[in-house]
């Protein structure tokens, strides 16, 4: 596979994923993880605060430097694609954990990586709550099929299936865990992919954890998921008493 075709997979992997919002049903709720008003006395301006340092990660994790420049044309690149995406049933949308309106001064943000196995986490208020979440994946939006049809991966179709999975214990005030099982095909290429994603509401704050792997075929690190996600939420829970 050429070094073009490998980045138009992967945005196309990306797109599938992070679609936040992008249903044409008017009265839906917005895809968890939007940036919104502080819906509580929880101040947005301590969120990159309250992210996991290293020490937070399970051993053998390592922490990228991901530079705030850097994040945010990576974000703008992918939600200019998210964006113009077509999505059945329309209403749906993909839970995401990067916001899709990002003020990066008020997301905190990390993400580790060991070999291919990928964790990131999210800190943020927001007005959405764990039951969007799980209203996002439930009856007809279990099953979203995605087509993109502008930027480098235009033409990519998908499928996601999602499933609620058990959730670690934590001091959250409310938290969910997801399972989400992809199939993107691109120019001839089927890429399958499998996720996790948590969420949790904490004094006021989205404490959002994803487990994944860059590897062909390989899946998320569930136990390390688990492990990162009981540290992020009671982290926050700590700190925010």
Do not use: H, W
Request: charged fraction near 20%.
């Amino acid at each position: 596979m050429t070094i073009k075709k490998t980045t138009a997979t992967i945005a196309a992997g990306a797109a599938l994923l992070l679609v936040a919002g992008c249903g044409s049903g008017g009265d839906s709720a917005p895809a968890s993880g939007s940036a919104a008003a502080p819906a509580s006395s929880a101040d947005p301006g301590r969120a990159s605060s309250l992210v996991l340092d290293k020490s937070g990660f399970p051993a053998g994790y390592q922490v990228l430097e991901v530079p705030r420049g850097q994040l945010k044309q990576i974000s703008d690149s992918m939600l200019g694609t998210v964006r113009s995406a077509k999505v059945t049933p329309a209403e749906c949308g993909q839970v995401a954990l990067f916001p899709d309106r990002p003020d990066l001064t008020q997301v905190g943000f990390a993400v580790a990586m060991k070999a291919t196995s990928m964790l990131a986490e999210t800190v943020l208020v927001s007005d959405q709550t764990v039951d969007d979440v799980r209203k996002s994946i439930s009856g007809a939006c279990t099953k979203v099929m995605v087509e993109i049809t502008e930027g480098q991966a235009a033409g990519g179709k998908g499928t996601t299936t999602s499933k609620v999975i058990d959730v670690p214990e934590t001091k959250a005030d409310k938290a969910i865990a997801v399972e989400q099982r992809s199939t993107i095909v691109l120019n001839g290429t089927t890429v399958k992919t499998t996720r996790v994603l948590g969420f949790a509401q904490v004094n006021g704050y989205l404490v959002g954890v994803q487990a994944g792997d860059a590897g062909a075929g390989g899946g998320p690190d569930l136990a390390a998921f688990n492990t990162t996600f009981a540290k992020a939420v009671d982290k926050v829970a700590a700190k925010t008493a």
